[in-house]
């Protein structure tokens, strides 16, 4: 049995489903994130693994141990609060050292590990400020040393990054993952910013409407997105449309592409003959050549320089397409120049059955 | 750059001259006043003595009128701290309708004249009011409460409650919620969470809506004099039977600049010992 089984979690606010049917495993010492627009019952899932709110149906079982009726206060899980949440009357050591104080550990042991902690989070020389003469990644840091000073089974952070800027967020999410790998904290994050949640996660669980999604480590998120709604929340995403004809996808204006799923194997089988079929083309999949070279004559419509890389938006017979192109030196396409679409053959991705809206 | 640094002391003139003219002069003719000799032959008369205050400091009759005053006015703070602070907590936990329903209930008081509420409580508290009809039908018998100080505490702690709710609901209004799951995340039980958490946010609101009580309840006029009687005497219904009973306004004048005097050293003394620590950690 997994160390966190969540099974069947359902939250319902009078009419209001907020949360259905949540079910995961979660394996010790992984790096979870909840990812999600708002809205989608995310956060109604930290709250209910919290404790801080009563799931209307749904167990959650912590190492054997059903906790679903236990009050925060007697779970023993670490959080981290979006606003942080420390206390403002305490400081930087009386913060971290509140939760030992509560399990009424003597002072010379609380004062050690506390100490240790700090260090781990490069606070040691901050333990005597008032969490309002910290910045923003300093409260952060606070905020998770008084959170895993406890030694909690499972640590659980709501948004952790969502208020710094986007340098230290950055940061940030290499320190958060450098502490969860050298504490070895199983750990739940939610989170709405997709690049958070790929960089830093072990697996993701994509959420939208109260369901699941889409349960799966990051690089397969990516390639084979399980609906319509993961592959346009997870990166950005050229949609196709195409039929299925002989272990083919028949595309508009005649092009055609070999079925394949993420495992680069031949999936002609699965899509019957003369059905619909979604696929995913990411835009750093496709590549712009000189025209006559490439698959399909395009137009470039538009260009944005986004620092690393250009973004074309090209017209072609498969409509408007974004294409991404790393900016490695070479002269960029200018708007209105005529250029080929290129892609490998295996690139393109088929969105399953259930997941063609 | 003159007509800048101009600007503020002009727009804050009106007020400034609004301060002096109702507040500073009236008090420093007081304390003029109150240096004037007296006698009941021919009144008020020029010149200076120190003879009232000498009365007030040589008297022990005064000592026991500020001895009580302090003490009734203690009371009631304490009394509006313990019922105020709950009162206020459960206030900020309320939803919408519900809030201002209550908020409208807490001010009550202050919307009834101080006459009609003395009144009010002088039927409830009197010998055959509602209290000890109470207390003679479940068999403790008739008690003793108008005309004592237990009538007094009673309504003075009804009028004070407002000025004890309004600072701590403002400071938990200031509170992040989270603050509070945060610390039963850690371990710590509901009433805990009150008591290290909650509590010690909330001191300064606290501390200024007990200063503010206490120094209204030691100069309150018409409550003692309504419910107290003619008899259990407060230094506020003591000037008043100085200037308008005995017509000695020097000694009147003394006895209010003896309250001044004391109600500055309770609010200083006080904000000096507590509140300028928390103001340090709390930065508030």
Same mark, same amino acid.
């Given at each position: 049995m997994a160390f966190l089984v969540v099974d069947g979690l359902t939250q319902r606010y009078g009419s209001v489903t907020a949360l259905a049917d949540f079910s995961l495993h979660v394996e010790r010492g992984e790096f979870i994130s909840?990812?999600?627009?708002?809205?989608?019952?995310?956060?109604?899932? $930290?709250?209910? +693994? &919290? #404790?801080?709110?009563?799931?209307?149906?749904?167990?959650?079982?912590?190492?054997?141990?059903d906790i679903t009726g236990l009050p925060p206060e007697k779970r023993g899980l670490g959080i981290v609060f979006q606003s942080y949440a420390l206390f403002p009357h305490l400081t930087v050591a009386g913060n971290v050292a509140f939760g030992l104080e509560m399990r009424g550990l003597p002072r010379a042991e609380r004062e050690g590990r506390v100490a240790r902690m700090l260090e781990l989070v490069h $606070?040691?020389? +901050? &333990? #005597?400020?008032?969490?309002?003469e910290l910045s923003g990644g300093q409260r952060q840091r606070v905020a998770i040393a008084r959170a895993l000073v406890i030694e909690p089974p499972v640590l659980l952070l709501d948004e952790p990054l969502s208020n710094l800027d986007a340098k230290l967020r950055e940061t940030m999410q290499f320190e958060l993952r450098r502490i969860q790998r050298k504490l070895g904290t199983t750990t739940l994050m939610v989170t709405h910013d997709q690049a958070e949640a790929l960089s830093i996660s072990d697996r993701v669980v994509v959420m939208d409407g109260g369901r699941i999604q889409q349960v799966d480590a990051p690089h397969r998120l990516y390639e084979q997105p399980a609906s319509r709604f993961v592959g346009s929340f997870v990166g950005k995403t050229n949609w196709l449309q195409g039929t299925a004809r002989g272990g083919a996808v028949e595309l508009a204006g005649g092009l055609r592409l070999p079925l394949v799923n993420d495992d680069g194997a031949g999936d002609g089988a699965v899509a019957a003959e003369g059905s619909t079929v979604s696929l995913v083309l990411r835009p750093e999949k496709l590549r712009l050549q000189p025209p006559g070279q490439g698959?399909?004559?395009a137009r470039v419509a538009e260009r944005f320089f986004l620092g690393s890389q250009w973004l074309y938006r090209v017209e072609s017979a498969l409509g408007a397409l974004e294409v991404a192109c790393a900016n490695d030196g070479r002269a960029p396409w200018p708007e209105q120049a005529e250029v080929a679409l290129d892609w490998a053959d295996d690139v393109a991705r088929r969105l399953p059955a259930e997941g063609q809206a | 750059?003159?007509?800048?640094?101009?600007?503020?002391?002009?727009?804050?003139?009106?007020?400034?001259?609004?301060?002096?003219?109702?507040?500073?002069?009236p008090l420093a003719l007081t304390a003029l006043l109150s240096f004037q000799q007296f006698s009941y032959e021919s009144g008020v008369q020029g010149g200076f003595t120190l003879a009232a205050y000498a009365a007030v400091l040589g008297d022990g009759f005064y000592w026991e009128v500020f001895g009580r005053t302090g003490w009734v006015a203690l009371l009631a703070t304490l009394i509006c701290i313990a019922i105020g602070t709950p009162e206020a907590y459960i206030l900020s936990r309320m939803r919408p309708p519900w809030r201002s329903a209550f908020l409208l209930v807490i001010l009550a008081p202050l919307l009834v004249s101080v006459v009609v509420r003395a009144f009010g409580w002088s039927l409830v508290l009197g010998p055959a009011g509602f209290v000890n009809q109470f207390f003679e039908a479940i068999g403790i018998g008739r008690v003793r409460m108008l005309y004592t100080p237990i009538a007094v505490v009673v309504a003075l702690v009804h009028v004070m409650l407002p000025f004890m709710v309004i600072p701590v609901w403002t400071s938990l209004q200031k509170l992040d919620p989270m603050v509070e799951n945060a610390a039963l995340s850690l371990g710590a039980s509901r009433f805990t969470v009150l008591r290290r958490v909650v509590l010690p946010q909330v001191l300064p609101g606290l501390l200024s809506g007990a200063l503010i009580v206490f120094a209204l309840s030691a100069s309150a006029l018409a409550i003692p004099g309504l419910l107290g009687g003619r008899r259990l005497k407060m230094v506020a219904t003591l000037i008043y039977d100085e200037y308008l009973h005995e017509l000695n306004w020097p000694l009147g004048a003394a006895i209010a600049l003896a309250l001044l005097a004391v109600n500055l050293a309770v609010m200083l003394g006080t904000q000096a010992l507590i509140e300028g620590h928390y103001r340090k950690r709390l930065g508030a």
């Open positions: 909840l990812l999600g627009p708002s809205g989608c019952g995310k956060t109604t899932t $930290l709250q209910a +693994l &919290a #404790g801080f709110v009563q799931p209307s149906a749904g167990r959650i079982v912590l190492d054997g141990r $606070l040691s020389e +901050l &333990a #005597g400020r008032y969490p309002r698959r399909l004559p | 750059m003159n007509r800048s640094r101009a600007a503020p002391y002009a727009l804050s003139a009106p007020a400034l001259l609004l301060f002096a003219l109702m507040v500073l002069l």
